[in-house]
């Protein structure tokens, strides 16, 4: 899903081709893209865009005569910008956005269609969906550990909650949690001032690093290779690889279709974290620390 760095670069990118640009039409190839009927999506259509703006994971394009729309890439809406009038790419392809100076287009991979769009007439319907999230990157230690100490949850759910925390998902989440040394299943409640301390340091840091890299990666052209494994993340999408601070192998917990990435000696202590999944399966083999952890290959090789 694309997070905080992602959306900004997005932005950046989108804001010198379309504002002050006129939409002048919509093509809509999905059906279940638009979740919203009053303003009708037609009421868009020859209004120009006068500012685009951040909401959460959301992009907003706000036009004329207070309308705005809100599009919600999801896990796997992917933003494109082509020739004017570009045909929509086959099955992938969800709406195009057609400019005089070009057309954005929005495809989204995978049989599950998540990507939403809606169309609202005023600020008052606008602020309707913002999730509330804190912006912790401008947030000073005060706010932000009254966001975070809010509800007794772990450290993985609470940074990905929107309710908490603004721009925050699953990739992002991993490599903050590493940063700050901090396990993901830590709960918030539990944390000293000196671990809120670090994490608050650490989300600042890894946000604006990461949206400084892709600024540089997408120079003057559009973002095309928007996703959530990049090479040089420390943990996110690098299970079994080494930890760039320890060389312990990253290891991963995965639940519902999200994983949680972590290195178990930055991270938990040397523990290596159940996975529950795996752990009725294996019970007592599965190991509970570094140690147990690198002596399984070898366990194995000598049984073979």
Not at 4 to 15: A, E, K, N, S
Not at 139 to 145: E, G, N, P, Q, S
Not at 270 to 276: I, P, W
Request: glycine share 6%; net charge positive.
């Amino acid at each position: 899903m694309p997070e905080y760095p992602d959306i900004v670069v997005y932005l950046d990118c989108l804001r010198p081709r379309v504002q002050g640009q006129t939409l002048r039409r919509i093509r809509l190839s999905s059906p279940f893209l638009l979740r919203s009927v009053d303003p009708p999506i037609d009421a868009a259509e020859g209004k120009g865009v006068r500012e685009l703006r951040r909401l959460g994971k959301r992009i907003v394009f706000a036009l004329d005569d207070e309308l705005f729309l809100i599009l919600h890439l999801m896990i796997a809406g992917r933003l494109h910008w082509k020739e004017p009038g570009a045909k929509l790419p086959g099955k992938i392809g969800l709406a195009a956005f057609d400019f005089p100076n070009g057309s954005l287009t929005l495809t989204e991979a995978g049989s599950k269609k998540r990507a939403a769009l809606y169309v609202a007439r005023g600020e008052k319907a606008l602020a309707a969906h913002n999730p509330g999230g804190l912006e912790a990157i401008d947030a000073d230690l005060k706010a932000f550990t009254a966001a975070l100490r809010r509800e007794n949850h772990t450290l993985k759910r609470t940074l990905t909650d929107p309710r908490l925390f603004s721009g925050i998902g699953n990739a992002y989440s991993d490599e903050i949690l590493h940063a700050a040394s901090l396990s993901p299943l830590a709960l918030t409640q539990k944390l000293t001032e000196a671990d809120v301390a670090r994490l608050h340091d650490a989300i600042r840091r890894t946000l604006l690093t990461w949206a400084h890299r892709l600024r540089e990666e997408a120079g003057n052209q559009f973002p095309e290779g928007v996703t959530a494994f990049r090479k040089d993340m420390a943990v996110h999408g690098r299970f079994g690889k080494p930890c760039p601070i320890c060389a312990t192998p990253v290891q991963r917990i995965v639940y519902a279709e999200n994983e949680t990435n972590y290195c178990p000696r930055c991270q938990t202590g040397g523990k290596v974290l159940a996975d529950r999944s795996l752990s009725r399966l294996l019970k007592n083999d599965w190991p509970r620390t570094v140690e147990e952890l690198e002596e399984m290959p070898r366990r194995s090789n000598a049984i073979d």
